[in-house]
């Protein structure tokens, strides 16, 4: 099946900074990718969804100031979490529709834990 | 009413048993019906999909969907413990994708 990566696997930052989250679709392009944010022991929530060479849309709730989605290329979305707090922290999880496989799918990568001190 | 409820567990059940994970949702649109499994601090993947009523079988697994209830089933049979994971399931319609809070299973070697 199609693969997703998602880098760094898991990061710690300093309570003010900006933190990049990269998600790659390896062997398919990808036009579409989305960002889910994960608590412990809770569901995935959708915060946006990242289209190719256009602005993210995102969920009601999710400040798009805060989060920073930028999907340059067809194998690329970064999620950049700016001003970072300790209530950012979370897993953030990215996944990627291949646009030749069935509408349904979509590809999860591994996750980043996000940990803000 | 959420648009998907899913019982959130933990549902605890000995080695070999049959576990049955369900999901109910309000949309009459949703198409496709979907299960991810979810292991700790790792991204969901796709364990089955389905997008008609009645059953699909694979393996140990078996996926139900009942469109006039809007309830939706996931059958593991001869359960193990690395099945001990959290189940999600999805639908769609769309470019509408919507997750179930997820149930977290724990089989007992």
């Known amino acids: 099946g199609a693969v997703v990566s998602q880098h760094p696997s898991w990061v710690i930052c300093k309570s003010g900074t900006s933190v990049k989250i990269e998600c790659r679709s390896l062997d398919f392009q990808a036009t579409t990718m989305f960002w889910y944010r994960q608590f412990p022991k809770q569901s995935l929530m959708l915060m946006a969804t990242s289209n190719e060479g256009s602005k993210a849309t995102y969920e009601q709730g999710v400040e798009k100031d805060k989060f920073l989605i930028n999907h340059a290329s067809l194998t690329l979305s970064t999620l950049t979490v ?3 707090h300790p209530e950012d922290s979370s897993f953030y999880i990215c996944s990627a529709r ?4 069935v509408s349904y799918e979509q590809y999860f990568g591994p996750g980043t834990r ?3 001190t | 009413q959420k648009e998907v409820e899913q019982d959130p567990g ?3 059940v000995p080695e070999g048993a049959i576990v049955s ?3 109910t949702y309000s949309n009459s649109a949703f198409q496709y019906f979907m299960w991810y499994r ?4 790792k991204g969901p993947e796709l364990l089955m999909y389905t997008y008609s009523s009645g059953n699909k079988e694979d393996g140990r697994f078996t996926a139900q969907v009942d469109k006039s209830s ?5 059958f593991i049979r001869d359960s193990q413990p690395s099945d001990s994971a959290t189940y999600l399931c999805a639908m769609s319609y769309g470019q509408n994708f919507v997750f179930g809070p997820g149930t977290r299973l724990s089989v007992l070697p």
């Open chain 1, 82 to 84: 700016t001003s970072a």
């Open chain 2, 38 to 41: 979810q292991y700790s601090r």
């Open chain 1, 114 to 116: 996000l940990t803000v």
């Open chain 2, 10 to 12: 933990p549902l605890s």
């Open chain 2, 70 to 74: 809007k309830y939706i089933s996931l």
């Open chain 1, 98 to 101: 291949d646009p030749l496989g």
């Open chain 2, 21 to 23: 994970l369900n999901c």
